[in-house]
C-alpha cells in the first residue's frame, strides 16, 4: 500500500459566493456536507491513515527571508491506497466539490525518503 497526500482546493470565488449565500440555504447545505463528509469518512475509513484539518493562513519561507501568501490550499487529509487511481476514485463525488464551495481535490503519492 501506498500513501497518498490530498489537498483540498478553494478558490476565493467560491468562498465569496458561499459567504454572500442566503443564510438559510448556507446553513442546510453546510449541515448536508457536514452529513455527506462525515459519511464519506465512514465509508473510507480503512483507506483513511490521517483525517487531515483545515489550513490556516500561509507564510513562504525563502532564501529572501519571510513573507505573507495566499494560495488555494484550504484542508488536506492521508489516504492510503494500492495505486494513485485507486486513491484518486476515493474522492470522486467527495462533498468537497459537490456541496461545499471547493473546487477540487489534487492527490500527490508520498515518497519514500532516499537514504542519507
Known amino acids: 500500500m501506498k500513501n497518498f497526500l490530498a489537498m483540498y482546493i478553494g478558490s476565493a470565488s467560491a468562498l465569496n459566493h458561499w459567504k454572500t449565500m442566503d443564510e438559510g440555504r448556507r446553513s442546510q447545505q453546510e449541515k ?3 452529513e455527506a463528509w462525515g459519511k464519506w469518512m465512514a465509508t473510507n ?3 483513511i491513515i490521517d ?3 483545515p ?3 500561509t507564510k513562504r519561507i525563502s532564501a529572501q527571508g519571510i513573507s505573507d501568501t495566499k494560495n488555494e490550499l ?3 487529509a ?3 491506497a494500492e495505486s494513485h487511481e485507486a486513491a484518486a476514485k476515493l474522492f470522486e463525488n467527495h462533498p468537497h466539490f459537490l456541496i461545499f464551495p471547493g473546487d477540487s ?3 500527490m503519492e508520498c515518497l519514500p525518503m532516499p537514504q542519507m
Open 105 to 107: 481535490v489534487e492527490l
Open 45 to 47: 475509513e480503512k483507506s
Open 51 to 53: 483525517r487531515g484539518s
Open 78 to 80: 492521508i489516504v492510503q
Open 55 to 57: 489550513l490556516g493562513k
Open 32 to 34: 448536508a456536507g457536514k
Open 74 to 76: 484550504v484542508a488536506y
